[in-house]
DNA sequence: ATAAAGTAGTTTATGTTATAAACCAAATAT
DNA sequence: ATATTTGGTTTATAACATAAACTACTTTAT
């Protein structure tokens, strides 16, 4: 039987946001729109559901003139990709 | 960038029905709902969507006095999945 | 000085998906 | 006979993804 996948993860965008958040810990909003190719709508939506989920933390400041979103994968969003990694295994390899 | 990842295969339900018939080939209504986990009403509308997308053919036959719908993953659906399987890859190996 | 264009987002509207619930037709069990 | 089970489909609804419109401000051009 397959495990269920995070419905909050098995989404393209916040699947790529949380995947470049693995890498650099810590990004602003524009780094994310321009690396996942998003509106900044879309962007701005699935950043919220990522924070409601508890799996980032948002820190608006202003870099300069201009406000600044930062966003930060925590423990929790690093365990539930870690989790989602594993629990999609089973659907990309099916066995023989 | 992140490779589109094709939303026929990005769903749970249809990713898990084309994993299972990459490995048994063909299998009944039932084999997959018992497998998946799922409901009919879902299954039956997923099976329709994999249909409509060309990535299975479905065949209904009587298996004695019931109906019985089969489904077979053809070489389309195949190459999706294996292309899939490819892009998600960048998604789930974030770079150090 | 003011109008136009750019930055950095949020909100809202709309179409698409997933899912459950209701339904159908026939078979079998009570 | 009628109730339940099998093997599904259709329909209704809630959740999701996305684009378009909007907000608020800054920079640049006229």
Redesign the interface.
Known sequence: ??K??DPIL?S?LR??VV??L??VKEAEFTYLKE???STAGNLSVQLQKLKEAGYIDIEKKFKDKYPQTMCKLNKKGLLAFEVY?QN?Q???K???
């Open positions: 039987m397959f269920d996948l098995h393209q699947l790529a995947s470049l693995v890498s690396h996942t190719n990694f999609i089973q659907y990309l099916p066995k023989k």
